[in-house]
């Protein structure tokens, strides 16, 4: 498990800018937070989704349907 600060290091690769940082992970966060989680969790797994965008573009553009999908499910429930 990672620290949050090395979470946020990785991310900022991504997203330069601290203040569009921290907007883009809360709205991120209440976008995809389940219900019966840990908000914790779910930011640690958005700011790591952010590090993997850094290192690896082609892991966004192949999240893209996933994430469409899991949105979808969420609102059909």
Known sequence: MEMRSDL???ALRTVSNRYTLCQLAS????????????IQDTMNEILGKFGEAASNPESVVGAGPQLK????????A
Do not use: D, L, S
Request: glycine share 4%; charged share 40%.
């Open 8 to 10: 946020i290091h990785e």
């Open 69 to 76: 999908v899991a949105e979808g499910q969420r609102r059909a």
């Open 27 to 38: 709205k991120a966060t209440r976008k995809f937070h389940k219900p019966n989680t840990r």
